[in-house]
Nanobody, 125 residues
């Protein structure tokens, strides 16, 4: 398995912003679909934002226009900038990476990913 290292998260008031980071080994960073899933208590883990090795991005409808996934190739790091947060965004956020057929939030499910970060809690009140 691949080690993904996450950072960021925390507690904010509604309307606030947070940024998550995920560092991956170079070969993973350049070859796999990467992004974030989130899971709140009692709910299934859901895709939030993904980016492929060519930099193409996709977002869940619920975060479109508020969240932005980006990358810093020099640092093997991908970021999730989360703006205009609301309580429905609360949950544990997990960075993930995998080789998938179509790197799109609408086409993949969490159980297709085998490489995960440790998770970081985001709480919006």
């Amino acid at each position: 398995d691949v080690q993904l290292v996450e950072s960021g998260g925390g507690s904010v008031q509604a309307g606030g912003s947070l940024r998550l980071s995920c560092v991956a080994p170079l070969d993973v960073y350049t070859s796999r679909c990467m992004g974030w899933f989130r899971q709140d208590t009692g709910k299934e883990r859901e895709g939030v934002a993904l980016i492929d090795s060519d930099g193409r991005t996709s977002y869940a409808d619920s975060v479109q226009g508020r969240f932005t996934i980006s990358q810093d190739k020099g640092k093997n790091t991908r970021y999730l900038q989360m703006n205009s947060l609301n309580p429905e965004d609360t949950g544990m956020y997990y960075c993930a990476a995998e080789v998938v057929g179509v790197c799109s939030v609408k086409h993949v499910r969490w159980y297709e990913f085998n490489n995960w970060g440790q998770g970081t809690q985001v709480t919006v009140s």
